[in-house]
């Protein structure tokens, strides 16, 4: 059996991970975990780096033989994360690749001995949960009983090569799109009923960098201390 602490941003994701990512990895005997930044009770929010890193070490150290990892979104991420701020005309792979390099590296200095070179497995979504979603559009519409909506996101989905690089305009932000076409639309339970619908196979098509950490997390082997 391997543990593997996922520290997120928020309900949301905390919700994803328990209902979405953890059924995927169950048949490996690999069993997620979701911690959400923050003291007991926090409803998430606030994303700076001084939190999640005080997170992580926390979750390293208190379980020296199982992995950490992280899923958070770049957008609206603290500019006080490692590898911020990011050079202009970046790719959108290249933004995460960066910040989650900078981040492992960080890591690594701060506790050379507790093996964070393997067990710490920095992951950011680009740009957003939501991104995620628009997988599969009319599934997306449908799980949050919005059927008539499915044309509307398959016309923001073609915009773009994959999900992951619809935009992080404050306007233009996937969870901005879905809340200009639905404003009823809740994060939480919205969110998590449209990614049961999409499912983790389409999700883990359509979007690459998701993609490579899905298949980083099924590889996990046990650790021992």
């Given at each position: 059996?391997?543990?593997?602490?996922?520290?997120?941003?928020?309900?949301?994701?905390?919700?994803?991970?328990?209902?979405?990512?953890?059924?995927?990895?169950?048949?490996?005997?690999?069993?997620?975990?979701?911690?959400?930044?923050?003291?007991?009770?926090?409803?998430?929010?606030?994303?700076?780096?001084?939190?999640?890193?005080?997170?992580?070490?926390?979750?390293?150290?208190?379980?020296?033989?199982?992995?950490?990892?992280?899923?958070?979104?770049?957008?609206?991420?603290?500019?006080?994360?490692?590898?911020?701020?990011?050079?202009?005309?970046?790719?959108?792979?290249?933004?995460?690749?960066?910040?989650?390099?900078?981040?492992?590296?960080?890591?690594?200095?701060?506790?050379?001995?507790?093996?964070?070179?393997?067990?710490?497995?920095?992951?950011?979504?680009?740009?957003?949960?939501?991104?995620?979603?628009?997988?599969?559009?009319?599934?997306?519409?449908?799980?949050?009983?919005?059927?008539?909506?499915?044309?509307?996101?398959?016309?923001?989905?073609?915009?773009?090569?994959?999900?992951?690089?619809?935009?992080?305009?404050?306007?233009?932000?996937?969870?901005?799109?879905?809340?200009?076409?639905?404003?009823?639309?809740?994060?939480?339970?919205?969110?998590?009923?449209?990614?049961?619908?999409?499912?983790?196979?389409?999700?883990?098509?359509?979007?690459p960098h998701f993609r490579a950490w899905l298949q980083i997390l099924e590889t996990l082997k046990?650790?021992?201390?």
């Amino acid at each position: 059996m391997t543990l593997l602490y996922v520290v997120v941003e928020g309900q949301t994701e905390e919700s994803f991970i328990n209902d979405v990512l953890a059924p995927v990895l169950w048949p490996r005997q690999i069993y997620a975990i979701p911690i959400i930044l923050g003291p007991p009770g926090h409803k998430g929010g606030n994303t700076n780096y001084a939190r999640v890193r005080k997170d992580v070490v926390l979750q390293l150290k208190q379980h020296p033989a199982e992995y950490c990892t992280t899923m958070l979104d770049l957008y609206g991420l603290g500019q006080d994360f490692p590898g911020m701020p990011l050079p202009p005309n970046l790719r959108s792979a290249d933004k995460v690749t960066r910040i989650e390099q900078a981040m492992k590296a960080d890591i690594v200095r701060l506790l050379p001995d507790r093996r964070p070179d393997v067990r710490f497995l920095p992951y950011i979504q680009l740009h957003e949960y939501e991104g995620l979603l628009f997988s599969d559009p009319a599934a997306f519409a449908s799980g949050i009983s919005q059927p008539h909506l499915a044309q509307q996101f398959q016309r923001i989905r073609n915009k773009f090569t994959s999900p992951e690089d619809i935009n992080d305009d404050p306007k233009t932000a996937p969870s901005k799109q879905v809340l200009a076409a639905h404003p009823a639309y809740r994060k939480v339970v919205d969110g998590t009923l449209a990614a049961r619908a999409v499912g983790i196979e389409q999700m883990r098509q359509e979007c690459p960098h998701f993609r490579a950490w899905l298949q980083i997390l099924e590889t996990l082997k046990p650790l021992t201390n």
